[in-house]
């Protein structure tokens, strides 16, 4: 039977284990000897990354084919992605994070997110609305959501990249446990409040099963929990 959806759960590409074709295009374009190194530094070379996952020809021709939801996690940053304020203020000190950041959620923004969204909400997104009516180069557009995007996990307001998508009786609900994390001033959450007030308006109406999605293991027993 065809496949009525794919469901991608986190690491679509790897900015922190880069292959060697890319790291090749590193070296070309900057010294790797200091800030990001042959890791992955900004927007640009993001999408190197979606270039070389999705031009595959059977990656290709499955993802024009078949309607695909995505989450990001670790990976499609840095590995151990916003594990802990202390975390944090270790990247925010490099000189090469913020531009990281930037580009990473930039380009999940561009490349995995909007094909989450059905077309109501598309047309009630503000900043899809901007990009599309800009006139021109949208970077500065994108790049100020995404830090405003990345600062919820130290107490900003942040971005909901949590969605729902039904198919037919089948209600997806994939939460966002990565980039959604309050980590601030002694508060360590998976979601804010007001993230998982939406989550629980999300499963209210009729569905004959609801399925929950996540790129985290979210039930674990106590002592796994405590292990991880």
Same mark, same amino acid.
């Given at each position: 039977?065809?496949?009525?959806?794919?469901?991608?759960?986190?690491?679509?590409?790897?900015?922190?284990?880069?292959? %060697?074709?890319?790291?090749?295009?590193?070296?070309?374009?900057?010294?790797?000897?200091?800030?990001?190194?042959?890791?992955?530094?900004? =927007?640009?070379?993001?999408? /190197?990354?979606?270039?070389?996952?999705?031009?595959?020809?059977?990656?290709? /021709?499955?993802?024009?084919?078949?309607?695909?939801?995505?989450?990001?996690?670790?990976?499609?940053?840095?590995?151990?992605?916003?594990?802990?304020?202390? /975390?944090?203020?270790?990247?925010?000190?490099?000189?090469?994070?913020?531009?990281?950041?930037?580009?990473?959620?930039?380009?999940?923004?561009?490349?995995?997110?909007?094909?989450?969204?059905?077309?109501?909400?598309?047309?009630?997104?503000?900043?899809?609305?901007?990009?599309?009516?800009?006139?021109?180069?949208?970077?500065?557009?994108?790049?100020? =959501?995404?830090?405003?995007?990345?600062?919820?996990?130290?107490?900003?307001?942040?971005?909901?990249? *949590? =969605?729902?998508?039904? =198919?037919?009786?089948?209600?997806?609900?994939?939460?966002?446990?990565?980039?959604?994390?309050?980590?601030?001033?002694?508060?360590? *959450?998976?979601?804010?409040?007001?993230?998982?007030?939406?989550?629980?308006?999300?499963? *209210?109406?009729?569905?004959?099963?609801?399925?929950?999605?996540?790129?985290?293991?979210?039930?674990?027993?106590?002592?796994?929990?405590?292990? %991880?």
């Amino acid at each position: 039977r065809w496949p009525d959806a794919l469901l991608m759960l986190g690491d679509q590409v790897y900015a922190d284990e880069t292959s %060697e074709a890319t790291r090749r295009r590193i070296r070309a374009r900057r010294d790797i000897s200091s800030g990001a190194g042959d890791q992955v530094a900004d =927007f640009e070379e993001y999408t /190197w990354l979606y270039l070389e996952s999705w031009t595959d020809p059977d990656v290709r /021709w499955l993802l024009s084919n078949v309607p695909t939801a995505m989450i990001f996690d670790d990976h499609d940053v840095r590995d151990d992605w916003n594990t802990s304020h202390a /975390w944090r203020e270790d990247m925010q000190r490099t000189s090469w994070w913020q531009s990281r950041i930037e580009g990473g959620l930039a380009s999940y923004w561009v490349y995995q997110h909007l094909g989450n969204l059905s077309p109501t909400e598309l047309a009630e997104d503000e900043l899809y609305q901007k990009v599309r009516t800009c006139g021109g180069d949208a970077e500065a557009l994108l790049r100020a =959501f995404a830090a405003a995007a990345d600062r919820e996990a130290d107490g900003g307001k942040g971005a909901r990249w *949590s =969605f729902r998508r039904d =198919f037919g009786s089948v209600r997806l609900l994939v939460i966002d446990s990565r980039c959604g994390r309050i980590l601030a001033d002694g508060r360590r *959450s998976m979601v804010s409040e007001a993230e998982f007030d939406w989550i629980v308006e999300q499963t *209210s109406g009729a569905c004959d099963h609801l399925l929950v999605g996540t790129s985290l293991p979210w039930l674990l027993p106590r002592t796994l929990h405590e292990i %991880e």
